[in-house]
């Protein structure tokens, strides 16, 4: 799988491009403020973007869909609940296909109700419900701390521990990680109740 990662913007966000070297077709996940790099390199390497895919609603991430849309024809594909304009609707587990390649949604609510993690050529790109070394808030409208809980130990804590972690921010150490790291290192995926990830998680 063809894969490049970019620091977008003032907030430290990652967008990426994935694709299948094959039949030349990509994806740009999170186009964020401006996606013109990925854009640019899905070009340089002959890769037509046939979807544009959204972690979750959140204007940091969703900044640029409209245009890149408009200059690729790049679907746009974000779960049920998320806010954007979609072509594709995304529900959890579904699979999307991206030339041979088979992407997985999995639904991860919490640090907004839309939230999804994509799995796909042994990455998972974890937008803002996994960091490198922390998670997303859960303090936002839409946030939901139970929902980030659950996600976080029934969802991504389960994961395998070979797919390397791909987040949505650059707020680690790494720019990438790993779930069995993160599941060993990151303070956010540590063993506890729901009541002491929430103590933990309002603690300054």
Same mark, same amino acid.
């Given at each position: 799988m063809?894969?490049?990662q970019?620091l977008?913007?003032?907030?430290?966000?990652?967008?990426y491009?994935i694709?299948?070297?094959e039949?030349?077709?990509?994806?740009v996940?999170?186009?964020?403020?401006?996606?013109?790099?990925l854009?640019?390199?899905?070009? $340089?390497?002959?890769?037509?973007?046939?979807?544009?895919?959204?972690t979750?609603?959140?204007?940091?991430?969703?900044?640029?869909?409209?245009?890149?849309?408009? $200059?690729?024809?790049?679907?746009?594909?974000a779960?049920r609940?998320?806010?954007?304009?979609?072509?594709i609707?995304? $529900?959890?587990r579904?699979?999307?296909?991206?030339?041979?390649?088979?992407?997985?949604v999995?639904?991860?609510?919490?640090?907004?109700p839309d939230?999804?993690?994509?799995?796909?050529?042994?990455?998972?790109?974890t937008?803002?419900?996994?960091?490198?070394?922390d998670?997303?808030?859960?303090?936002?409208p839409?946030?939901?701390?139970?929902?980030?809980?659950?996600?976080?130990?029934?969802?991504?804590?389960?994961?395998?521990? $070979?797919?390397?972690?791909?987040?949505g921010h650059?707020?680690?150490?790494t720019p990438?990680?790993?779930?069995?790291?993160?599941?060993?290192?990151?303070?956010?995926?540590?063993?506890?109740s729901?009541?002491?990830?929430?103590?933990?998680m309002?603690?300054?």
């Amino acid at each position: 799988m063809f894969f490049e990662q970019a620091l977008i913007g003032q907030m430290a966000n990652f967008g990426y491009l994935i694709g299948d070297p094959e039949a030349k077709v990509a994806a740009v996940i999170d186009p964020s403020f401006d996606a013109r790099a990925l854009q640019k390199a899905a070009g $340089e390497n002959g890769f037509t973007i046939e979807l544009i895919l959204n972690t979750h609603h959140h204007p940091d991430h969703v900044f640029d869909n409209e245009r890149l849309a408009n $200059e690729t024809g790049g679907k746009v594909a974000a779960h049920r609940l998320s806010r954007v304009r979609k072509d594709i609707v995304l $529900e959890d587990r579904a699979i999307l296909h991206l030339g041979s390649l088979g992407i997985t949604v999995e639904h991860t609510p919490g640090h907004s109700p839309d939230s999804c993690c994509f799995v796909v050529g042994g990455r998972v790109f974890t937008g803002d419900c996994l960091f490198v070394g922390d998670c997303g808030r859960v303090d936002l409208p839409g946030s939901d701390i139970d929902q980030m809980y659950d996600s976080l130990f029934h969802r991504v804590r389960k994961m395998d521990d $070979e797919l390397i972690v791909c987040p949505g921010h650059h707020y680690g150490p790494t720019p990438t990680s790993t779930i069995g790291a993160e599941r060993r290192t990151n303070p956010t995926l540590q063993p506890r109740s729901l009541e002491e990830f929430k103590v933990f998680m309002k603690a300054p």
